[in-house]
Structure formats: structure tokens, C-alpha cells
């Protein structure tokens, strides 16, 4: 089992069905904005760390992020999440947040709102999962965590490619506060810029 498939594993049916009811989405479109979601946020915390970010990024891994948050994935959904889920967000995704949040809607046919609720709740689940992966790897250093990062991004992961098209927004000017994406499914691409830009 890959990486990222033991990760998702944690998403069992009652999983979903707590989250789903947080979120306002069906189960099947919360399974479906799941499969979306996650292997974006790799794609995030990847683009983070080849733009300077591995350091900080150790950093929080170590100070806040220790796996705990796995143990009771539910009774952590019912309670609505952590702050710790916008401070993420904010620092991955910066002023393109609603960017992302709009290309996820489009790929996974859930709506932008219900993506919004759901990528605060599983932030921190991905941190605590990659944290617990950097104490069991014994990482130390910034091509380690890359290539941790790395086992969740590749061999066709799904999701949106954050680094691929930063300059759509941006003019090309790549910051780790500044993301775009892309669909790596099936002409994701042209649908995803006619959405956003209200092009047919």
C-alpha cells in the first residue's frame, strides 16, 4: 500500500459520514473532495519546501504536529476542528486559497462552500500524519522532508499540481505564499481556467 493510500485509509465510513455532515456535502461527495483535497495539500506543503519552507516547516512538525490528532479522527470532526487548520491553510496557500478551493469544486463536483469547511478539518490531519512519518523516518534535514513529501505527490497521486501553473495568478512571481493549480486528471486544465475566468 502506497503512502498516500495508508493515509486515506484513516477515512473510513464513519470518517467520512462525520465528516460529511460538517461539511454540507453528500458522503460520496465528501469521499470524492477527499480524494481531491489531500494530494493537493502535498502538492502545497511540496511547493512550500522548494521555495525555502522545509526549515519552518521541521520546525512546526516538531513543535505542534506529533500524530496525536489521529486517534480519535471523529471526535476531532464533531468538534468542528482546530485553529491550527487556518493557520495551515493561510500559510500554504496564502491570497490564492479561494483559487484552490474554486479548481477542487470544479474537479470533484462538490461545491466551493462545502470545500472551504472541509480543508481546515483535514490540514491538520495531514500535518500530524506527515509529523508522525518525520519521527518514524528520523528526517532531519531538507531533502528528507522533500522526499517524504514526495512519497504522497507522485505515481499519479490525483489532485491539483499547486507549482505547475503559479504565474496564472501571479504574473509568475512564485512565493510560498502564492499558489495555483492545475487538474492532473483527464482535461481538468481548460474546464478549471474557463470556470474560474466565467468562460465557456
Known amino acids: 500500500m502506497s503512502d498516500l493510500n ?17 461539511i454540507g456535502a453528500s458522503k460520496e461527495q465528501t469521499a470524492s473532495a477527499l480524494q481531491q483535497a489531500v494530494p493537493t495539500l502535498f502538492s502545497a506543503l511540496q511547493n512550500n519546501v522548494s521555495n525555502g519552507g522545509a526549515s519552518s516547516l521541521m520546525a512546526a512538525l516538531d513543535r505542534d504536529h506529533d500524530g496525536s490528532v489521529l486517534d480519535d479522527l471523529i471526535g476531532f470532526f464533531q468538534s468542528g476542528g482546530n485553529n491550527q487548520g487556518e493557520g495551515i491553510l493561510n500559510h500554504l496557500l496564502g491570497d490564492n486559497r479561494g483559487h484552490v478551493e474554486n479548481a477542487l469544486a470544479t474537479n470533484s463536483g462538490v ?32 531533502g528528507g522532508i522533500a522526499d517524504l513529501i514526495g512519497k504522497f505527490t507522485g505515481g499519479g497521486a490525483g489532485g491539483l499540481d499547486i507549482s505547475n501553473l503559479i504565474g496564472m495568478f501571479t504574473g509568475g512571481n512564485q512565493t510560498t505564499n502564492s499558489t495555483t493549480q492545475t487538474s492532473q486528471s483527464g482535461g481538468g486544465i481548460l474546464n478549471i481556467i474557463s470556470n474560474l475566468f466565467g468562460k465557456k
Do not use: C, W
Open 111 to 142: 461545491q466551493s462552500g462545502s470545500i472551504a469547511k472541509l480543508l481546515p478539518l483535514i490540514a491538520p490531519i495531514i500535518m500530524g500524519y506527515l509529523g508522525k512519518q518525520k519521527q518514524q523516518a528520523g528526517v532531519a534535514d531538507s
Open 6 to 22: 495508508q493515509l486515506m485509509s484513516l477515512f473510513g465510513e464513519n470518517e467520512i459520514n462525520s465528516l460529511s455532515n460538517q
